[in-house]
């Protein structure tokens, strides 16, 4: 069975106090490793995927790398706009449906 | 901008009723999901159409949940009867999956729409 577990649960930052959030992930075959940010009241909202061990993006303030056990999302100098729940999924191979793990809820404060 | 679409965005109703929730797929997307999420499990999958027929139902509880696809531009799901223990929000999401599962990386990437929160009392 896919498994996702995502650390910490939550996380309050100071702006501009740079941090990682951590998914390690258990997966029959690893099809892709999604990234997504959800605000209150809203939808999930896609941000990254990454295929391949040592595969790295970048959006904005915000990188995203995988291994192959686990993923990490850096975020560099964060502003208050970044506040949000950061969901981890997978896809396994010859699925096409992802499996989530429950989020780390970011809180920055100015 | 294309964007999955879902009515209503909130639902409340007593015990027993009948529930229907819509979804509009973006255009051009042939694979429909639907997922529910709440605070103790998060997001789960209750089940997938691709060209709108149905692939992946498992995560659904039978008895009371069904999900159509009557063409390709709306995704339905219902509830009857409803329970307390249905209320989540529930999300619709579409993708485009050209190919299948051997369609080129950065194909499957599943477009979520604004949810329906769902409170039976």
């Known amino acids: 069975e896919d498994q996702v577990t995502q650390s910490p649960e939550a996380l309050r930052l100071q702006e501009g106090e740079s941090s990682s959030l951590n998914c390690s992930y258990t997966?029959?075959?690893?099809?892709?490793l999604f990234w997504y940010r959800q605000d209150p009241g809203k939808g999930p909202e896609f941000l990254f995927t990454?295929?391949?061990a040592g595969e790295e993006k970048e959006k904005e303030r915000l990188k995203a790398t995988l291994t192959k056990k686990e993923s990490f999302l850096h975020i560099t100098a964060p502003k208050p706009e970044d506040s949000a729940t950061y969901l981890c999924a997978v896809q396994a191979a010859g699925r096409r449906a992802l499996t989530f793990g429950s989020g780390t809820r970011l809180q920055v404060q100015p | 901008d294309a964007r999955v679409t879902q009515t209503p965005r909130d639902k409340v109703t007593e015990m027993g009723q009948e529930v229907t929730m819509r979804c509009q797929p973006i255009?051009?997307?042939?694979?429909v999901f639907w997922y529910r999420q709440t605070m103790m499990q998060g997001l789960e999958l209750l089940a997938y159409f691709r060209n709108r027929a149905p692939l992946d139902d498992s995560g659904m509880p039978k008895d009371r949940f069904s999900a159509e696809m009557p063409d390709a531009t709306l995704a339905t799901l219902k509830i009857q009867p409803s329970e307390p223990r249905d209320s989540a929000v529930y999300f619709c999401?579409?993708?485009?999956?050209?190919?299948?599962?051997?369609?080129?990386?950065?194909?499957?990437?599943?477009?979520f729409g604004p949810g329906t929160r769902l409170t039976v009392l």
């Open positions: 997966v029959s075959g690893l099809r892709g």
């Open positions: 990454l295929y391949s």
């Open positions: 255009l051009g997307h042939n694979t």
């Open positions: 999401a579409s993708g485009l999956f050209p190919g299948g599962l051997a369609g080129p990386r950065g194909t499957d990437t599943q477009y």
